[in-house]
C-alpha cells in the first residue's frame, strides 16, 4: 500500500548538516504517520523521530532534540529530516517508516510501523 525511498545520506564531518528525503507511492500517504530510524553497526534499531499524518504533531527521542526536525509534505508524498549539529554517534543507517493512522497519534514503537524503506547511511567523521 505505501512504498518507501529514503534519500540524501552520506558523508558529512562533525557539526555539519544533512537532510533526508522520504519518497512515498501510494494513495494513503495522507493518512500515515510516519517515523525515521536509525540502526548503527551491531546495535538495535532505534527510534529518531515522528511526525503524525497532518503534520500537527512532532515527536523526537532525547539525544537529537533541539539538533534534528522532522516534516512532511503531503502534497508531495514526502517526508523530511533536517539533521544539525551532526555528532559522530548519529552515524547509522536511517529508515523511514510509516503506518496507516489518520489521527493526530504519533508512535516511537517500532513495531507499530509495518511500512519501511531500505534505509540510508550517515556517516558522521570527527
Known amino acids: 500500500q505505501v512504498q518507501l525511498v529514503e534519500s540524501g545520506g552520506g558523508l558529512v564531518q562533525t557539526g555539519g548538516s544533512l537532510t533526508l528525503s522520504c519518497a512515498a507511492t501510494?494513495?494513503?500517504?495522507?493518512?500515515?504517520?510516519l517515523g525515521w530510524f536509525r540502526q548503527a553497526p551491531g546495535k538495535e534499531r532505534e527510534f529518531v523521530a515522528a511526525?503524525?499524518?497532518?503534520?500537527?504533531?512532532?515527536y523526537y527521542v532525547d539525544s537529537v532534540k533541539g539538533r534534528f526536525t522532522v516534516s512532511r509534505d503531503n502534497a508531495k508524498n514526502a517526508a523530511y529530516l533536517l539533521m544539525n549539529s551532526l555528532k559522530s554517534e548519529d552515524t547509522a543507517v536511517y529508515y523511514c517508516?510509516?503506518?496507516?493512522?489518520?489521527?493526530?497519534?504519533?508512535?516511537?514503537?517500532?513495531?507499530?510501523?509495518?511500512?519501511w524503506g531500505q534505509g540510508t547511511q550517515v556517516t558522521v567523521s570527527s
Open positions: 517508516a510509516a503506518y496507516i493512522w489518520g489521527g493526530n497519534a504519533v508512535s516511537f514503537e517500532l513495531h507499530q510501523y509495518n511500512f
Open positions: 501510494g494513495s494513503v500517504f495522507n493518512v500515515c504517520a
Open positions: 511526525i503524525s499524518a497532518s503534520g500537527s504533531k512532532t
